[in-house]
């Protein structure tokens, strides 16, 4: 064995030292970096030689720099983040839905309803008061004006949901687009044996950020190409990526493939919390108001037309409310230009009041869904409150799952400053070591050339 | 555990999170001061905030009719107790003119009595917030006034029987008013049975003495027919001195409908009965006929009532001209009189009825009205102490945060390298 191995041992070890140290630094550097997966090295012998019958180590390489992550831990973090995103969606729009209905405060419909019938009920007292007729008058506009900026403002919301659902889809494309760019790229750098592993980590953040939007399945193949399926559609593969688009089937916001129009089968992610709250909490907030509304106009015109008004001479027949439809509780104009077009006297003498006090008192009958009205819409608005509360704690628990996982995947994967820096301390004492020997082996060549 | 950096940064921002929103949570509660903002902070509890509301605000709106109304009986209570003094002073100066002494002085009498009379007059006239007090609900014109020609009082609006009807709370209507006709109005009252057996085509008659508004006597005839089960058909007729109708036309007939079981009366041409009232302007006639008391039964019996067969006016009106006349006020006349105050004095009594009716209610719904906000109270409003006692906590919580994780967080092996 000649002293010439000892350079070439020391220097694949200085070199080897010298890539450690490199990749440490990297580590180092992504220490705050969430999306960065830390890699290790892993170090083996170099191949020996053979010669003289003996075996000659040949010094340190480098085998691999791998990415330390669990695929198990991405997976149960993509699909909690999904439910979590579904969740925190929806509470986000039922809590601008709650702010709409303003209850329990004097803003509600609640107290506009009680408003209404207590003005019939204080019109009893002096049926031909003008006064106690415009509160009537006045406390029925309100109820009009408060149903309508309910029913709009619940309109817009939905609107806004649609529009969301469509830029979100948008976004998916894009995401697909971009993992499917990404995975060229990992494939190419592993044919020609360079490993991707930040391309990787690119890719598996914007994986993450697309299981915030949808329900997404990840299979990874023997290239490192990644597989993408969306709620039981492959939306990705190694031949490449569908685009996705929106369509309204059966009043259900959906999202469907853009080529054949296959429907996703939306499970998580924020579409899928969009999706929900579009197609099922919306119409029924919506259909209950519409409910609610038809009744009042059917109870109160039922008694009102049977009443007479105080002109004369005193008319029957006369509508209360024309008529109800999309939010628009609409009073019989007549009554706004004519509040002695009224009818609240049972005989036609302005002093009965007896259909003012059958309208005062629908407000204690059971006239809607086997209870008074403003029982039923108290029950549409704990509803309400339930679905917001139920989204919260959905949203809350699975939190809480993803702070664990998170932690699991910060324990295997994430950077620990202490941990890097004793290896940079190892690595610097094995090149310092290589660099030695070096030098020792250059003492003892001139060692051997004075000798000559 | 293997603890990485992003570990130690994440688990702190997410406590320091979770505290902070606990922290804005309980901010928001103190300083609104309610426990519920919004339906999704206590489902339940929103409900019953609603309801209890809902409750406050009725019980407010029937306390408002109800301190209205204690303002109409008490105006009403005011103006019978005019009447009655003006009743008492008609009766203290029929009793004197019949003094042997003052017969030289009997139109004195006279004048006094016209005095009470027209007193009578403005308080059977009487209003409250533009509504006549004893003259129902037409409040068109003033109910009462003298006839053209003086020699009677009519009423001038098409009735005062109407009832001025107000809810003091979900069950409780209340008529609130003594009306014109059961004042000063003749109410006959039909009572007794038709029989339930008769066979259709069965005709049950009866008849009784009215008097129209000057005294003249007049009969009164009823008559029902059997058409079907439980179904009669009414028909009346009013006949002079000489037995004639007073009506060109006789009036149209009624159809009666009574229970099948309780036998009690029904319908009156398809409604509820109420008062019918019978009016003839040429033959000063004004009553009412009330059948609400007849029933259809298997013992048939039937007779006519009336809670007063003159009318006061007319009798004060003859009492003063008889004076004005030399002629002393009749025994008759003074039973007569005497039976009106003693009949005013029920109105006055059944007033006071009401008004103490009122009175309970209201105290009723005060109570209830302190209860249901005594509930809103405890279910909505924030216990200040106990909130500001969990945020000092929160807040030492979020400070020892802030402190450790200030050591901890920027400690490494590089600090002793």
Partial sequence: ?452 | MRISDVMLQSSFINNLNRTKEQLAKMQEQSITGKKVLRPSDNPSSSVTILSLQKQISNGESYLKNLDYSKGFITESESNLNVMEYELSSILSNMTLSSDPTAQGNLNIFAEQIDLSLQSMLDAANASFDGKYLFGGTDFSAKPYDLTSDGASVEVKTSGVGGEQKISFSQNITQKLNVTGTELFGTIVKQSGSLDSGAANGTIITDQKSIFNAEGTEFTLKTSYGKTADNTWNFTYDIEDGTNTSIFGTPPTAKSLVFDSSSGVLKTVNGVSPDLMNIRDSSNKIDFNIDLRSLKEASAPAISMSANQENDIFNVIIKIRDNLKNGILPTGEQLDQVQAFHKHLLNKLSQNGNIYNQIENTQELWNNRIFNLQDLYSKEQDVDQTKLIIDMQSQDNQLQIAYKLSSMILPKSLLDYL
């Fill in chain 1, 1 to 452: 064995m000649g002293l010439s191995r000892i350079f070439d041992i020391s220097r694949r070890s200085l070199a080897t030292y010298q890539k450690a140290m490199d990749i440490t630094s990297h580590n180092v550097a992504n220490a705050s970096n969430e999306n960065y997966t830390r890699q290790r090295i892993s170090f083996s012998a170099e191949n020996p030689e053979k010669t003289a019958g003996f075996i000659w180590g040949a010094g340190v390489k480098i085998d691999d720099v791998a990415r330390i992550r669990s695929t198990l831990v991405d997976s149960q973090l993509r699909t909690s983040n999904g439910e979590f995103q579904m969740q925190d969606q929806k509470s986000a729009i039922l809590s601008q839905i709650e702010q709409v209905f303003s209850e329990p405060s004097d803003l509600g419909i609640s107290n506009s309803l009680t408003k209404f019938f207590n003005s019939w009920n204080e019109l009893t007292v002096t049926p031909n008061s003008t006064a106690l007729r415009y509160q009537v008058v006045q406390s029925s506009q309100q109820l009009s004006s408060r149903v309508k900026t309910v029913y709009d403002s619940i309109n817009t919301i939905k609107y806004d949901t649609m529009r969301d659902f469509t830029e979100k889809t948008t976004r998916v494309n894009n995401l697909l687009k971009q993992i499917q760019q990404v995975n060229v790229q990992v494939v190419d750098s592993g044919a020609v044996g360079i490993s991707a592993n930040d391309l990787m980590d690119s890719r598996d953040a914007i994986i993450d950020e697309l299981s915030t939007l949808v329900n997404v399945s990840v299979i990874t193949d023997n290239k490192n190409s990644a597989n993408v399926s969306i709620g039981g559609i492959q939306a990705l593969d190694a031949s490449g990526y569908v685009e996705f688009d929106v369509q309204v089937i059966n009043g259900k916001l959906s999202l469907v493939t853009k080529e054949n129009h296959a429907k996703v089968s939306l499970s998580g992610g924020q579409l899928a919390g969009l999706s929900s709250v579009y197609s099922e909490k919306i119409p029924d907030y919506i259909k209950s108001l519409d409910d609610l509304s038809n009744r009042l106009v059917e109870t109160v015109n039922e008694q009102h037309q049977k009443g007479y008004s105080l002109s004369d001479p005193p008319q029957n027949g006369i509508l209360f409310f024309d008529s109800y439809s999309d939010g628009n509780l609409i009073i019989n104009n007549n009554i706004l230009n004519d509040i002695n077009q009224i009818a609240v006297s049972a005989d036609g003498t302005e002093g009965n009041s007896e259909i003012a006090v059958k309208i005062a008192n629908i407000n204690h009958q059971k006239t809607l869904d086997g209870t008074t009205m403003t029982d039923f819409y108290s029950r549409m608005i704990a509803r309400l409150g339930n679905d917001k509360q139920t989204s919260d704690r959905f949203a809350e628990t699975t939190d809480l799952v993803i702070q664990q996982l998170t932690q699991q995947k910060g324990s295997v994967s994430g950077v620990s400053i202490d941990e890097e820096m004793t290896n940079i301390i190892k690595y610097q004492r094995s090149y310092q070591a290589s660099a030695r020997l070096i030098s020792i082996a250059d003492e003892m060549l001139e060692t051997v050339i004075r000798m000559v």
